[in-house]
């Protein structure tokens, strides 16, 4: 948030969409998204903003994502529940899961500390 400012510091959303190169509404609806999850937490007036509810190590990209759009889904079948009389047992079902499951794990696993510091290794997924 902010590039260029210090940890802490308010970053009215105004400034946050400019630098993102959004619309101010969009961004102003990201944050509230963010803010009803105490991922962020906000300072009214002419000097307000918003700024990390917690250290940014302490927030995963896996919840910021989840927040913003959504669960992340892959392991959902592709004709629907019930279409299908071997879902049990479906191997495709099998491998989504699994991918659903590297996914999240790689996900949870990248803090905004390690996107802020570009200290993640996209090649590692365990």
């Not at 400012?5 to 959303?13: A, F, H, M, P």
């Not at 105490?38 to 307000?48: D, F, L, Q, T």
């Not at 995963?60 to 759009?69: C, E, H, K, M, S």
């Amino acid at each position: 948030m902010g590039r260029g400012k210090r940890r802490g510091e308010l970053v009215n959303v105004r400034v946050l969409a400019e630098e993102c190169q959004v619309p101010q509404q969009f961004a102003a609806k990201i944050m509230q998204k963010l803010h009803d999850e105490g991922i962020v937490e906000s300072v009214m007036g002419p000097r307000g903003g918003f700024r990390l509810a917690k250290h940014p190590s302490g927030i995963d990209l896996l919840t910021v994502i989840r927040v913003i759009q959504g669960p992340v889904v892959v392991n959902t079948c592709l004709l629907g529940e019930q279409a299908c009389e071997r879902q049990d047992s479906c191997p495709i079902t099998g491998k989504l899961t699994g991918l659903q499951d590297m996914m999240e794990t790689y996900l949870r696993g990248i803090t905004l500390d390690d996107l802020l510091a570009g200290s993640f290794d996209v090649t590692q997924v365990s």
